[in-house]
C-alpha cells in the first residue's frame, strides 16, 4: 500500500505516508513548480511533511485515522522570474473535509528549485496537525469542520 502511482497526465501523485500514526496518511500531490518535472515537486513535497507527534496531535488523528485521512498538497509556481506561487495543504476524511490551509510560497521559493518548498510544506503540515488539536480540543472532535 505504499507505493507512487502517476496519473496519465504526470501532474498528481498518491502515496501512503506517516504509516507509524494509526493506518497512516493518503498523500496526494498536485502542481507544477517553475518548468521542474512533477517528480522533483513530489520529492520536495515528501521530504518536508512534519507528521502528527506529541499526545495531543495523536489523540486528535486517533479520532480520523481509520480510514486513513487524505492530505492534498497543491503547489503552484508558475514559471517565470518575479511570479509569485502559492501551497495549500487540505485534510480530509471519509470525503468530507476537515481542514486547510492556503499561502503563498515564501520569498526564496519564488527563484529557486522545488526543494526550497520543503521548508513551507513543513511549516503548513505541522500548523495543520496542531489546528487538529485544538479543533478536537474545543469542540471533542476532530471531525466537527466541514459540511
Same mark, same amino acid.
Given at each position: 500500500?505504499?507505493?507512487?502511482?502517476?496519473?496519465?497526465?504526470?501532474?498528481?501523485? /498518491?502515496?501512503? !505516508?506517516?504509516?507509524?500514526?494509526? @493506518? %497512516?496518511?493518503? $498523500? +496526494?500531490?498536485?502542481?507544477?513548480?517553475?518548468?521542474?518535472?512533477?517528480?522533483?515537486?513530489?520529492?520536495?513535497?515528501?521530504?518536508?511533511?512534519?507528521?502528527?507527534?506529541?499526545?495531543?496531535?495523536?489523540?486528535?488523528?486517533?479520532?480520523?485515522?481509520?480510514?486513513?485521512? /487524505?492530505?492534498? !498538497?497543491?503547489?503552484?509556481?508558475? @514559471? %517565470?522570474?518575479? $511570479? +509569485?506561487?502559492?501551497?495549500?495543504?487540505?485534510?480530509?476524511?471519509?470525503?468530507?473535509?476537515?481542514?486547510?490551509?492556503?499561502?503563498?510560497?515564501?520569498?526564496?521559493?519564488?527563484?529557486?528549485?522545488?526543494?526550497?518548498?520543503?521548508?513551507?510544506?513543513?511549516?503548513?503540515?505541522?500548523?495543520?496537525?496542531?489546528?487538529?488539536?485544538?479543533?478536537?480540543?474545543?469542540?471533542?472532535?476532530?471531525?466537527?469542520?466541514?459540511?
Amino acid at each position: 500500500m505504499s507505493g507512487r502511482l502517476s496519473s496519465a497526465y504526470g501532474k498528481e501523485t /498518491h502515496e501512503l !505516508i506517516c504509516p507509524g500514526v494509526q @493506518a %497512516g496518511i493518503m $498523500l +496526494t500531490v498536485f502542481g507544477t513548480f517553475n518548468g521542474y518535472p512533477h517528480s522533483a515537486l513530489h520529492d520536495a513535497v515528501v521530504r518536508g511533511i512534519a507528521c502528527p507527534r506529541g499526545e495531543t496531535q495523536l489523540r486528535a488523528f486517533e479520532k480520523i485515522g481509520v480510514p486513513p485521512p /487524505h492530505l492534498r !498538497i497543491n503547489v503552484e509556481h508558475p @514559471a %517565470g522570474q518575479g $511570479l +509569485t506561487g502559492a501551497v495549500s495543504v487540505t485534510l480530509f476524511w471519509r470525503g468530507r473535509l476537515i481542514l486547510g490551509e492556503r499561502k503563498n510560497l515564501s520569498l526564496l521559493a519564488k527563484t529557486r528549485a522545488p526543494s526550497i518548498v520543503s521548508s513551507d510544506i513543513n511549516v503548513m503540515t505541522d500548523r495543520l496537525w496542531h489546528d487538529l488539536a485544538e479543533l478536537d480540543r474545543a469542540t471533542g472532535s476532530a471531525k466537527a469542520v466541514g459540511p
